[in-house]
């Protein structure tokens, strides 16, 4: 058993062309070769399965007419009618040619639109912003039919809500009324702020102006203390403290029975009367 190509050039009695796959791969010039290698007859011999399935591959997908005998051998003929033209190579070459020359002519065309919006000082493309618009509008619609679902779903609670809403609406009105006076009180305190920082300024001004001058009067009493003397004795310096700590609480009960008027006139005055030197506010060393 030998192939078409190995039988070129072969003669013989009678020949057999046998083709064990079909008439697919044979065309028009190969089963001339094999159909004419005999003195009497030939014989050609095909595969059936073959043949028909061929056939069922050509038809559409779905296509249940039934594969006749007549259309086996439609199919042969086709097959072994088939003149395929070979191509040489000025025809290879003129279809390199034309080739190129079709796509030098479809880049062209291409890149034609994008030039002109470039020139007339538009973006070169909108492909980018059409991919975005698009991608925004299914998100949208996305969301839309989200939102939809989720209000059909609710629309039952929704509506017990709405039932609600008279009570709702008087409970509210309730404690409104009932918390009003002690929003308005604490307006009024908010309000007031500043007036009671002032006069907290001012209390602590008038404290520190009281000890300062009972500070003075102290350090006047040790001066009267100490005039003329160079040296007094432990027991007379301990009757002294004791004899300050009395004149001090006194001087702070009458300093704090004066009018803040008379405090600040009395410091200024002491203010204005104090010596250069002033002397030491307890004992001497």
């Known amino acids: 058993m030998l192939s078409i190509d190995a039988t070129q050039g072969l003669t013989s009695t009678e020949h057999i062309e046998a083709m064990p ?22 014989f050609l011999v095909s595969s059936d399965g073959a043949e028909r399935r061929e056939i069922a591959g050509r038809r559409p997908l779905g296509d249940a007419r039934p594969i006749r005998e007549a259309d086996v051998w439609a199919n042969m003929g086709r097959n072994l009618s088939r003149q395929p033209k070979a191509i040489s190579a000025l025809e290879f070459l003129e279809q390199a040619r034309e080739l190129r020359r079709g796509a030098t002519g479809a880049l062209q065309a291409g890149l034609q639109p994008a030039e002109q919006r470039k020139a007339g000082g538009l973006p070169a493309t909108v ?6 618009r698009r991608r925004v509008v299914a998100l949208v619609a996305e ?109 702070r009960g009458v300093i704090a029975a004066m009018p803040a008027k008379d405090v600040r006139q009395l410091q200024r005055e002491a203010e204005a009367a104090k010596p250069a030197a002033r002397p030491s506010a307890g004992p001497s060393p």
């Open 21 to 42: 796959a079909g008439t697919q791969a044979v065309n028009a010039y190969k089963a001339y070769t094999a159909a004419s290698r005999h003195r009497r007859a030939t």
């Open 143 to 251: 969301t839309a039919e989200q939102v939809a679902t989720w209000a059909r779903a609710q629309a039952g609670a929704l509506e017990r809500l709405g039932q609600f809403a008279p009570a709702v609406r008087v409970a509210v009105t309730q404690a409104m009324a009932a918390v009003r006076p002690a929003l308005q009180r604490a307006a009024e305190r908010i309000g007031q702020r500043p007036e009671r920082v002032r006069l907290r300024e001012q209390q602590a001004e008038l404290v520190a102006d009281r000890e300062q001058l009972v500070a003075m009067r102290m350090q006047g009493w040790w001066r009267e203390k100490w005039w003329g003397r160079g040296a007094v004795s432990s027991a007379m310096e301990a009757q002294w403290q004791a004899e300050a700590k009395d004149e001090e609480a006194r001087q």
């Open 127 to 132: 492909l980018a912003q059409t991919l975005q």
